[in-house]
């Protein structure tokens, strides 16, 4: 393909204008605070095969970079690194608590002309086998020493909860609600509702939902509507670790929040700049992960997406000029 030779392929774009000075600066403050904590650095596989995803379920074939090995094998690149940390804690054999962190890339395909990189830069932990609240707020608060050491300024913290997500769906049964829920649509939620045979109190849940996106005080008086035991649950969950919280100015609540890898079983957490439309870290409680490797263990983690955050970053700097 003589013609594509000056030509840098759309998938790894943005990779090639990545300011490399800045990337290791964040990989040693990111680093630091990690391995200060115990958590072990990781160097795993470029390489998987495509099953180990597929088994999981949790990325969508078609957004695997797939090809044949000699054996006619399919391997994937690497398309996560949650889901080989959990076949590792597997093969590790034990029930004991294990900190994990990791830097290097994920492959995933982007949707075409998004101008979004299929390479992406994660620097990111896990946390096996501590369940439950204790794990959250060790894990959240490894979120905000790290929000400390990669000098943004005007960061938000979101919190999300996948029980609570799971639980609507239970409830509501129809997956398009999962799409009104992702754009806040408040119009769209009324006429889905309407249209629906739901309870009525569930109804007009729903019909708050869209617009109760906010602060502490907006999640406690959105908890007044709602009725079902689960769904109150994982409310409270979040105000729990709210207390939790150092900064609680920058903490906001999103009941929203669609989880963005179907493992997700509890609180969800992302990390937003105002430079940037996607977070620059995302993460969250899983704790069916490990059921796919016959061990049953509560884990949690997150990653930040060092390509949005480098961009952000660069926003950021324009404006201060
Ligand atoms: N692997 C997730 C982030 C994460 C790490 N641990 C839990 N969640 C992602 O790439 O979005």
Redo the contacts with the bound molecule.
Sequence with gaps: MEEFKYLIPEESGIVVSMDVEKLREVEVNLRDVFTRHQYKELILPMFEYVDLFKTTRHQKEESMFQFMNRDGKRIALRA????P?ARLYHNENTDEVRRYCYFGE?F?MQERHKGRSSE?Y?A???LIGKPGEEGDQECLSLIEETMDVINMKDLKLELGNASFYLRLMELVQDEELSEILEKKAISEMKRFVEEKDLDEDLKEMLINLPSSFGSIDDLKAFKVKVKDKQLLDAITSLEELYLSCDKKEDVMFDLCMVP??S??TGVMMKVYSRYSEYPIL?????DRLMNNFDTYSP?????Y?INTLLNAYEKEGETND
């Design positions: 996560d690194f949650t889901v940390i994920v995933r992406l994660q990111g932990i896990e963005n890898q493992y997700y995302s993460g969250g409680r899983y884990a949690i983690g997150f990653s997406h």
